[in-house]
């Protein structure tokens, strides 16, 4: 939980959680429900054809007592593009983001938050000692997420387990040091983030998470091969 008395802690109220909601109709209101408890600023970002907007909308005028924001853009952003749109529409010290599916817990977020009081960024970890996680992905998806990291450490020297798990928070200071450089928009940006970060000399600690598989994944193989393609673009292009 976020510390509210600790000196030099994170306040619940400077806390920006931003939520990419592309086609996300079907689970959205779980989502909702699940995150309406977070005492800080929540920006879902609706890029999709689907009724996802009109349902944040609703729910958030039910809801007065919520800071709830909505971004709607007639065209898709991609995944890295929805987060960027989020983040830069945040005015809180602390920014955070989580994807849609409900992997994440809030509460796991408010850990991730917590930490922003030593560190520039903290980012959950499925990898690491001390995570937990009751649903796993399936074989193929784990040997994958294993191939990927050693290209991303290969590629850009990053010591990270996990950089693609989608909960992540950051001082806002930090992003703004880096956001206007960010050229991904695809699921390869949450490698670009961390390595413009770690260029600029920001600490980002990676925290074991607790994390539940869900099946509805957005990312599909042309996805994959999309990040690959993205990231020898970002390293030598």
């Known amino acids: 939980m976020l510390d509210d008395t ?7 109220a400077d806390c920006t959680l931003v939520i990419p909601a592309y086609n996300e109709e079907r689970r959205i209101r779980s989502l909702l429900e699940d995150v309406s408890g977070f005492r800080g600023k929540l920006v879902f970002v609706c890029d999709g054809t689907d009724a996802t907007a009109e349902i944040v909308g609703t729910f958030a005028e039910a809801h007065p007592s919520l800071s709830i924001r909505c971004l709607a853009f007639p065209a898709r952003l991609g995944k890295g593009g929805g ?39 903290a980012i959950g970890s499925r990898w690491v000692p001390g995570s937990v996680i009751p649903v796993r992905q399936g074989f193929r998806r ?37 956001l206007s ?44 091969k999309a990040m690959l393609m993205g990231m020898l673009r970002l390293r030598f292009g």
């Open 142 to 178: 784990r040997v994958e997420s294993r191939l990927f990291n050693l290209m991303v450490r290969s590629l850009f020297g990053l010591d990270y387990r996990d950089t693609q798990c989608g909960a992540k928070a950051f001082r806002k200071d930090a992003l703004e040091e880096v």
């Open 6 to 12: 600790r000196a030099g802690g994170v306040r619940p």
């Open 83 to 121: 987060v960027v749109a989020g983040m830069e529409a945040a005015a809180t010290p602390f920014v955070g983001y989580m994807d849609a599916d409900g992997s994440t817990a809030l509460s796991e977020m408010e850990r991730l938050f917590d930490r922003l009081a030593t560190a520039d960024g």
């Open 181 to 224: 450089s960010i050229r991904s928009t695809g699921f390869e940006f949450d490698v670009e983030l961390l390595w413009r970060l770690r260029r600029n000399g920001y600490r980002v600690e990676e925290v074991p998470i607790t994390w539940e598989n869900r099946d509805e994944s957005k990312v599909m193989t042309s996805d994959a």
